[in-house]
Each structure stands twice: as C-alpha cells, then as structure tokens.
C-alpha cells in the first residue's frame, strides 16, 4: 500500500489553493463550495483508500483503513491551518473564517485562539468526523468487497 496517500493529498493540496484564490477573487460561494477539501477528505478519500485496501489482501484491513484515513485528515487539515492563519491576519470576511461559522475571524478572537486554538480545535472536530463518516462508509465498503472475494473464491473452490 505504499504510496497511497501521494494522489489524495496532491488532489487535497490543489483543492486548498484554488478554493482560497477563489474565494480572495470573489466567486460566488456555491462555486467555492465544489473545491471544498472537506468533501474530499470526509467522503471520497476515505472511499478511495477502502476500495484500495479491501482490493489488497493485506492483513487487518480495517486497522490499516483507519489508520490511512486519519493520517490522510490530518495531513489534509494541515494544508488547511494556514489558511486560517492568513484569514485570522488580514480578517478575510468569508463565513468559513468567521466566528458565526466555527472560524477564527471576528469580534474578541485572541491571537492564541486565531492561531492556535480554533485552527487545532477544529482539525480535531473533522479528524472525528471522517473516522466516523469515511471510516463507517468505507468499512462497509471493505465488508462488501471481502464478501463478494470469498463468494467468488468459493464459487471457483467448489467447481
């Protein structure tokens, strides 16, 4: 499974600079919202890094998914970080960024908590979240997959 995550986090890179230079050149926010990483990281990545792992034979499947899926959030959510970084420095009016909506930017934001605590804190909340969500749906996708492996095994075993 080596080199698994190359691929998803290019894709995760490129989806953080197009939504931030969208964004600071005023698209519309449906149209900001298609680069989302979030999409990407709590739904497709995990999805992918199932398929790719059930299609492997490699021994503890699900411990090794999981494992693959926080380390890809977290590495994805690190690419994040520093966007909220610059938002916290030059008060970028987005709502993402703003206090209203979970962000670092507005009215009584510390320089410890636009920096460190909000960015850390919500990093967490979304690791949780795609081990919950990715991790749930690409555990099914593992079960089914290994399923449908052993059916067919026993299939050509009993011919």
Same mark, same amino acid.
């Given at each position: ?7 998803? &986090? ?10 931030? $230079? ?9 149209? %900001? %919202?298609?680069? @989302? ?5 709590? &739904?497709?990545?995990? &999805? ?7 299609? *492997? ?5 699900? /411990? %090794?998914?999981?494992? +693959? +899926? ?6 994805a959510r690190s690419m994040v970080i520093p966007t909220y970084w610059l ?11 703003? !206090?209203?909506?979970?962000? %670092?930017?507005?009215?009584? $934001? @510390? ?8 960015? &850390?804190?919500?990093?967490? !909340?979304?690791?949780?979240? *795609? ?12 079960? !089914? /997959? ?6 067919? *095994?026993? +299939? $050509? +075993?009993?011919?």
């Open positions: 499974m080596k080199g698994i995550l190359k691929w998803p &986090l290019i894709i995760a890179a490129f989806l953080v600079v197009v939504r931030v $230079v969208l964004e600071r050149a005023g698209a519309p926010e449906t149209v %900001n %919202n298609i680069f @989302s990483v979030v999409v990407f990281y709590v &739904l497709i990545a995990p &999805l992918y890094f199932a398929f790719r792992i059930a299609g *492997s034979g490699i021994a503890a499947p699900y /411990k %090794n998914f999981l494992k +693959t +899926t926080a380390l890809f959030t977290a590495l938002a916290y420095l030059y008060q970028w009016p987005q709502y993402r960024f703003s !206090v209203a909506g979970g962000g %670092n930017v507005g009215p009584g $934001v @510390s320089p410890f908590m636009g920096y460190v605590g909000i960015p &850390l804190a919500a990093a967490a !909340v979304w690791i949780l979240i *795609s081990l919950i969500v990715g991790g749930g749906l690409g555990s099914i996708l593992i079960a !089914v /997959k290994r399923k449908s492996a052993r059916k067919a *095994s026993d +299939t $050509v +075993t009993a011919q």
